[in-house]
Structure formats: C-alpha cells, structure tokens
C-alpha cells in the first residue's frame, strides 16, 4: 500500500494522546521527591516523550501500510522497480547526523512503499506467506522489553518459557527427559547436527582439534538443502566429503545407493560419521524414506539427522503427510 506523499495517516500525537514532560514527572516523582532525583528523570522523560510520538505514527504507519488493518485485493502486491531504479527512489545515504521526526516517517513511508506485501491475500510463495497476529504481538513484547535470555536474573520470564517449549518439544518425540537450543534458521540447525555428530564420532577433537583424525565423510541426498556443504566448509570437513546420494524419480534418497556408497567410503580408508536425510526437500517436497535410512545408520554406527521442512509439507501435502513424518520420526527415536 502506498502514500502519495504528504498523505501519511493521520495519528494522535498531541497531548491528549502522548503526556507531556510535566505530567510524566509529576506521575514518577510525586511530592516529596528529593529536586536532584527530579533533574536526573528530565532527560530521559523528555527522550521518552519525543520517542513516544514517533512510535505512535511509525506505528499506525506500518500497520495500514503492510495491510494488517484491512487487507485490499485492489492494492499492489508490490509496486516493483528494478534495482538500479529503486536505488534513486530510496534515500539510502548514511549520513553523519540524525533526522527530524517527519523525515523518518517519510522514509518509514518509502520502506512499507516499495516493499512486497507478503499479507496481501494474493502474495504467494512456496516457502512462506502473510504472518500470525500473536505472534506478532509477541514480537512487540519481546522488542520492547529488548531481552537478553543469558541468565534467569536478566530474563526471568522468557527463560522459563523458553524451559518450557523445550520441554513440551521433547515430549512430541516420546522423551521424558532431554536439552536442546533454539536456532536462527536450517542452515545453523544443520550445522549444529553435524557438530555433533562428529562429537560425538570423536570426542576429543574439543581438545584436540583435527590434527590427527582421519578422513571425515557424510551422506545426504541429491535433493538436499544448500547448508549441508556450507556446514562442511565451516566445520573445516570438507566439501568434497560430502556424498550426494541418488534420489528417485519423486525425489527420495534411494536407501540401497546410501549402502553403496558407506561401502565405498570405507573401502578408500575414509570414515563415514553422519547421514543426513531430508523430510520435505526445497524444490520437490520429497521425504526420504528414514526406516529404511535408520537402518543402515544403525548397522554402520552412524548418526542420523533429519532436516525437517514441516510446514512446507504441511501446506503442500496435507495434514496426514505431517503426521505421518512425526509418526516416522517418533518410530526411528523409540527404536
């Protein structure tokens, strides 16, 4: 949604909407409040005061413009400009001093502009579409607070509510007991699961680093997500240790070339350590099958991971797709 400009939402920010240094004071420091503790608060109120007033109209501000108020069919999606074109319509100059209030708004209004307006009922993407109103207003929660979950005495409330989706997650998969960490994204997740696993292959490199230890090998399919070479490149193992299993014609990793190829690997003096299975790769959705992969991890000794896209699948192949993932995935964990 766009706003020709000098057409920005009209937004309470008068008195009667924002209080003013004075009332702010007189609520936080009632009579009897010592006059140094008074001169202390008036920066920070006043601060408050002029901060509140922006916040205020950026916030009417985006809500109208993403279309969180009352989603338009009549309105563009995008209003698209090829790259070199946007860079002369958007003021992107890092300047060496601040802005007046009405200027950030102008340019809080060219942001929400030229931006794809991913809650329009007729965006679509494979990957992801439009947002969660709760989760929204979580999101206001945790950037006001602006907490740092380190320790229970700096953020009390949100570690023990992280404690707790943890708990319940390691519930789905019929544990009573367990840790875990919440991650940015796959492509940490992925990383993350290959650490492990060659922790857990050999322990001492935590000490010892990779002086010493033999030629590191994983397998993961054809079909698999960028990040499983990408981790590999981190964690110093290897690109060219990683062996790309043959998919299918639907896209799944075929259990008797996985074989093969662990196999092949030892037979070169290599030491295989980690399989990586998908459940619902990026391009064609596919789910490996992971009873028949849990198998040979388990006649070879080697860990599983499994990269789970559950709600692409979710919204690609329905509901009994998901349960039956979480089903599969339940029964390689109990056994």
């Known amino acids: 949604m766009s706003f020709p400009p000098g057409n920005l939402p009209k937004c309470k920010t ?93 340019l809080c209004q060219d942001v929400i502009r030229y931006s794809v307006k991913t809650n329009h009922p007729r965006f679509f993407n494979q990957l992801y579409a439009g947002l969660d109103y709760y989760s929204l207003v979580a999101r206001f929660m945790t950037e006001a607070l602006n907490p740092s979950v380190y320790t229970y005495e700096v953020s009390p409330v949100f570690l ?27 492509s940490v997740s992925n990383m993350y699961a290959m650490n492990l696993a060659r922790y857990k292959y050999c322990p001492d490199i935590k000490e010892k680093g990779l002086s010493g230890l033999p030629r590191l090998i994983l397998f993961t399919s054809a079909e698999c997500h960028y990040s499983m070479k990408k981790a590999a490149s981190f964690l110093g193992i290897g690109t060219e240790n990683v062996c790309f299993v043959e998919t299918d014609g639907r896209g799944k990793m075929i259990p008797e070339e996985l074989e093969k190829q662990v196999w092949q690997a030892r037979r070169e003096g290599a030491a295989p350590f980690l399989v990586c299975a998908t459940s619902g790769t990026t391009v064609l959705g596919a789910f490996d099958p992971l009873n028949e992969i849990a198998d040979i991890c388990e006649r070879h000794g080697l860990w599983l991971h499994v990269d789970v896209s559950s709600p692409v699948c979710a919204h690609f192949f329905g509901s009994l797709a998901f349960l039956h993932l979480w089903w599969e995935v339940f029964h390689i964990l109990r056994n």
Do not use: Y
Not at 24 to 32: D, F, H, M, N, R
Not at 160 to 185: S, T, Y
């Open 14 to 106: 008068g008195p009667s909407f924002v209080p003013s240094t004075s009332a702010l004071l007189s609520e936080l420091c009632p009579q009897g409040t010592l006059v140094a503790q008074l001169n202390l608060s008036l920066p920070f109120l006043e601060t408050h005061r002029v901060g509140s007033m922006l916040l205020t109209s950026s916030l009417a501000l985006a809500l109208a413009g993403a279309q969180l108020t009352v989603p338009l069919l009549n309105l563009q999606v995008c209003e698209w400009q090829p790259p070199e074109q946007l860079k002369q319509l958007l003021d992107l100059e890092l300047r060496d001093t601040g802005e007046p209030h009405n200027r950030l708004l102008e």
């Open 160 to 186: 023990l509510v992280e404690e707790a989706v943890l708990k319940k997650m390691i519930e789905f998969i019929g544990w009573k007991e367990g840790d875990g960490i919440f991650n940015p994204g796959g």
